[in-house]
C-alpha cells in the first residue's frame, strides 16, 4: 500500500491548514501522527473507512477534523485555530495492527510526511 500525502506548510497561529492522504488501497483504518524534534510520534485522529466515525487526540479536539472521500481513497485532515505547539511532521497511516490507535508502532503504512510549521 502507498500513501502518497499533499497540503501542508506554514502558517500563523490561529490559521488553517489542510492535509491530504490518497491509498493506493482502501484500507479499513486509516490516521494522523505528527512528530515533533526531540518528541515521539503521537497519534493526532484515526477514522474508520467503514462508517467515516473518527476520534482525536485531546489536543487537538474541537480544532482539527479527519475526513474521507472513498471515492478517491483519500482521507483528509482539516486543521485549524493552529498554534504553534502544532508545528510538527505530519504523517498518514494506514492498517493497524491492533491496540491502541495511537500507538505508532502499531501502524503498517506510512506516508513520506510533511512539515507543517505555525508562527
Known amino acids: 500500500v502507498q500513501l502518497v500525502e499533499s497540503g501542508g506548510g506554514s502558517v500563523q497561529a490561529g490559521g488553517s491548514l489542510r492535509r491530504s492522504c490518497e491509498a493506493s488501497?482502501?484500507?479499513?483504518?486509516m490516521a494522523w501522527f505528527r512528530q515533533a524534534p526531540g518528541r515521539e510520534r503521537e497519534g493526532v485522529a484515526v477514522?474508520?473507512?467503514?462508517?467515516?466515525?473518527?476520534t482525536y487526540a485531546d489536543s487537538v479536539k474541537g480544532r482539527f477534523t479527519m475526513s474521507q472521500d472513498n471515492a478517491k481513497n483519500t482521507v483528509y485532515l482539516q486543521m485549524n485555530s493552529l498554534k504553534p505547539e502544532d508545528s510538527a511532521m505530519y504523517y498518514c497511516?494506514?492498517?493497524?495492527?491492533?491496540?491502541?490507535?495511537?500507538?505508532?508502532?502499531?501502524?503498517?503504512?506510512w506516508g513520506q510526511g510533511t512539515q507543517v510549521t505555525v508562527s
Open positions: 477514522i474508520y473507512r467503514g462508517t467515516g466515525d473518527a
Open positions: 488501497r482502501h484500507r479499513t483504518w
Open positions: 497511516a494506514a492498517e493497524s495492527r491492533g491496540g491502541m490507535w495511537s500507538d505508532w508502532s502499531k501502524w503498517e503504512y
